[in-house]
């Protein structure tokens, strides 16, 4: 496969994973108890943040002469189905949602770790781009599990 044609892939990949976060966050929103203003906020605010990392990775995969993708994976509406059942189930709602919302974190990181394979050969801008996609990622992936942990010793 062609350079170009492997990088258009991953960052394809990394668009739906963006897409996935935004549905998944604005799920949390919902399932979150309205006077749980912090965690709306934070999770509005992750929303965001996927929304920007999707446009800019769109905008490379355009620049690249590739059509950028549109949806989410498979694997995210099964993720945001299993919220649904585990949140019905849980004694601490608050709880439930910053665990589900730390595993979509860490299948962040795990496509952000295969698109910065070296097999995939990305561009240096690109290459930069995503890494530093990855590391603000990681920072909201460290907040996510901070309130879990929190939480956890709230609920003891």
Same mark, same amino acid.
């Given at each position: 496969? &062609?350079r170009? &044609?492997?990088?258009?892939?991953?960052?394809n +990949?990394?668009?739906?994973?963006?897409?996935?976060r935004?549905e998944?966050?604005?799920?949390?929103?919902?399932?979150?108890n309205?006077? =749980?203003?912090?965690l709306?906020n934070i $999770?509005? *605010?992750?929303?965001d943040?996927?929304?920007?990392y999707?446009?800019e990775l769109t905008d /490379?995969v355009?620049?690249?002469?590739g %059509?950028?993708a549109?949806g989410?994976?498979?694997s995210?509406?099964?993720?945001?189905?299993?919220m649904?059942v /585990?949140?019905? $189930?849980s *004694?601490s709602e608050r709880k439930?949602v910053? &665990?589900?919302c %730390?595993y979509g974190e860490?299948?962040a !990181? /795990?496509a952000y770790?295969k698109?910065l394979d070296?097999?995939?050969?990305?561009?240096?801008?690109v *290459?930069?781009?995503?890494q530093? %996609?990855?590391n603000?990622l990681?920072?909201?992936h +460290?907040t996510?599990?901070n309130?879990? +942990?929190? !939480?956890r010793?709230? =609920?003891r």
């Amino acid at each position: 496969m &062609e350079r170009n &044609e492997r990088t258009i892939e991953a960052l394809n +990949d990394l668009i739906k994973i963006n897409h996935d976060r935004v549905e998944g966050y604005e799920k949390a929103v919902k399932e979150t108890n309205e006077n =749980d203003v912090d965690l709306r906020n934070i $999770f509005h *605010r992750m929303a965001d943040e996927s929304r920007n990392y999707a446009r800019e990775l769109t905008d /490379k995969v355009q620049r690249l002469g590739g %059509e950028p993708a549109g949806g989410t994976t498979a694997s995210g509406k099964i993720y945001r189905t299993w919220m649904d059942v /585990k949140s019905a $189930f849980s *004694r601490s709602e608050r709880k439930s949602v910053l &665990e589900e919302c %730390e595993y979509g974190e860490d299948a962040a !990181q /795990k496509a952000y770790e295969k698109a910065l394979d070296p097999d995939n050969d990305l561009p240096p801008d690109v *290459r930069t781009l995503v890494q530093e %996609e990855k590391n603000n990622l990681r920072s909201s992936h +460290d907040t996510i599990r901070n309130y879990r +942990d929190m !939480q956890r010793s709230a =609920d003891r």
